[in-house]
């Protein structure tokens, strides 16, 4: 058994080297510059009109009135995509770049988020231009879709097309189980047994015919399970309406007690900004010795992390987005690109300048001081000022930033199942779902995790050459936009659906201003 899992990590490793650092991280970065500068740099010239439209309107009753059955609001699609990618990635991810990247890492996850933000748009408009209603009237949408329907429109490329989305359906389905589910739960145990458990207690375990069986992960396990499994199964309109009243509190709360903490370290702010650009184009430097990390690391674990915590270019969070009841596909675009601003460059900002500020972090030198592991760094940091009241208020914002990643990436999955499948397969899905959990919680290995980080390069690729190849669709969908919306501009027809009947149910509602 050891000697088949020492292979499977061999083999892991090579395909997650070929993938993420080969192709994925170029084609991710290089899509960001492409539909950025097609869409005339959308998130920087129309930052007003975006910010109007999602984080500046949170309180406009229009955002969060569902209007349609079969759908959720467009505030509370983006709380679920929220929820899907405010996770782990944004504590441990973050600490984890910073310990092995260096400072610098910081500042790759910045321009990552950049240029993400419109690879964010560009998803979401492509999701709610190709979605459609399944067999029980509910919205259907995701890279597979544009996949198999615009990039398969194209002359002979029919079959590339379907072939991509059949791969990117599969890819999801799979690391759903994985970074949505069991690495998830397995980072809540870990935390909330630290925090809240002597260590003579998560040692208690009772015998069985599988063998010893600590008592801690499994009573964790269980009552996750039973949770998780009372939202799931009530399908995306409960999952949304917990979303919309979790997320907003869990990264307020958060966002609120790493402000406090770094106010508290406020004389090293300056040397911890000065070190992300210090260390972004430079080499950190080992154990005072000439060698160092190389800049290549230090970019790769700055993009990669990035992409871990707002999945933008993953294709993933188009499959929420587009059950909204948006009918304009760049208005659910723009709440896209809120969601990475969101995510990267307001918590992850937050948990960097928390690490940075600690003085677990050699500034000058840019490595992490002995006896600190990134997994924990964060909340070293907090307990290190608030006492084991700042290690408990870690482990509760890791159970909420993880628990309603696990919800939001159920809905993935089950959309992924359903494309492949159909729905009947999808509730499987979702009860196969449940009753993992409590895997993941017992789960000691890393290596669920490592094969789920694969699954996301695998899934990311797919669908950022459907991206990359209907760039002049959104650039259209983009320019009609705003032509219509920002330039009042007359007798433009507005480009809602790729479905003719869609389009003029959609068109109807736009024009008497429903929209």
Same mark, same amino acid.
């Given at each position: 058994? @050891? ?140 890279? +597979? ?28 389905? =799979? ?6 589910? +069991?690495?998830?739960?397995?980072? #809540? ?53 917990? /979303? ?7 990264? #307020? ?15 090293? =702010? ?18 005072? /010795? ?28 188009? +499959? ?7 009918? @304009? ?23 960097? =300048?928390?690490? =940075?500020?600690?003085?677990?972090? !050699? ?31 870690? /482990? ?56 789920? !980080? ?14 990359? /190849? ?12 705003? !032509? ?23 068109? @109807? ?7």
């Amino acid at each position: 058994m @050891e000697q088949f899992l020492e292979n499977l990590t061999n083999i892991n490793d090579a395909i997650n080297s070929f993938v993420w650092v080969k192709i994925g991280l170029f084609l991710l970065i290089g899509t960001g510059i492409l539909m950025t500068v097609v869409t005339k740099f959308f998130q920087v010239t129309h930052a007003g009109h975006w910010w109007k439209k999602t984080g500046g309107g949170v309180f406009d009753k229009k955002s969060h009135n569902k209007k349609e059955k079969g759908s959720v609001s467009q505030f509370q699609a983006l709380c679920t995509a929220l929820a899907a990618t405010i996770g782990t990635g944004n504590i441990a991810g973050v600490s984890a770049a910073i310990c092995i990247g260096g400072p610098g890492a910081v500042f790759w996850m910045w321009v990552a988020a950049f240029f993400g933000m419109m690879t964010n748009y560009s998803e979401n408009v492509l999701g709610i231009f190709y979605r459609r209603k399944n067999d029980e009237d509910e919205w259907s949408g995701g890279a +597979m879709y544009y996949l198999q329907d615009g990039l398969g429109s194209y002359k002979g490329c029919k079959v590339v097309g379907k072939v991509l989305a059949v791969l990117f359906a599969i890819f999801a389905a =799979l690391a759903s189980f994985g970074i949505g589910n +069991m690495g998830q739960i397995n980072k #809540i145990t870990l935390n909330l047994e630290s925090a809240f458990f002597s260590e003579k207690v998560r040692l208690f375990a009772f015998h069985t015919i599988l063998g010893d069986i600590k008592v801690v992960p499994l009573v964790i396990g269980i009552l996750l399970m039973i949770n998780a499994g009372v939202i799931i199964i009530g399908g995306l309109k409960w999952i949304a309406a917990v /979303a919309e009243k979790i997320v907003p509190f869990m990264a #307020i709360a958060y966002i609120l007690g790493a402000l406090l903490l770094v106010i508290i370290h406020i004389p090293a =702010l300056p040397a911890a900004f000065l070190s992300i650009f210090k260390f972004a184009f430079g080499i950190k430097a080992v154990a005072g /010795a000439a060698a160092g990390i190389a800049i290549k690391q230090v970019i790769t674990q700055g993009c990669k992390r990035g992409v871990f915590s707002n999945e933008a270019g993953l294709g993933s969070s188009v +499959m929420v987005h587009s059950n909204s009841d948006v009918k @304009e596909p760049v208005k659910q675009g723009m709440w896209g690109i809120f969601e990475v601003f969101a995510d990267t460059f307001v918590v992850c900002t937050m948990t960097a =300048l928390v690490v =940075l500020t600690s003085g677990f972090i !050699d500034l000058e030198t840019g490595l992490v001081k002995e006896g600190v592991e990134d997994a924990t760094l964060v909340a070293k940091a907090f307990s290190n000022v608030f006492g084991k009241g700042g290690e408990w208020f870690i /482990a509760v914002a890791v159970l909420l930033f993880a628990f309603t990643t696990v919800l939001g990436w159920s809905h993935y999955g089950s959309k992924a199942v359903e494309y492949l499948i159909n729905t009947k397969a999808a509730k499987v899905y979702k009860i196969i779902f449940v009753l993992i959990i409590v895997a993941g919680a017992m789960m000691e290995s890393s290596l669920a995790w490592d094969i789920s !980080d694969t699954f996301n390069g695998l899934m990311m690729i797919p669908n950022l050459i459907g991206v990359v /190849a209907l760039f002049p669709l959104v650039k259209k969908i983009t320019d009609n936009y705003v !032509d219509r919306r920002l330039k009042d501009k007359k007798g433009v027809k507005p480009m809602l659906s790729y479905d003719a009947k869609i389009q003029k149910e959609h068109e @109807e509602l736009v024009e008497k201003g429903a929209e």
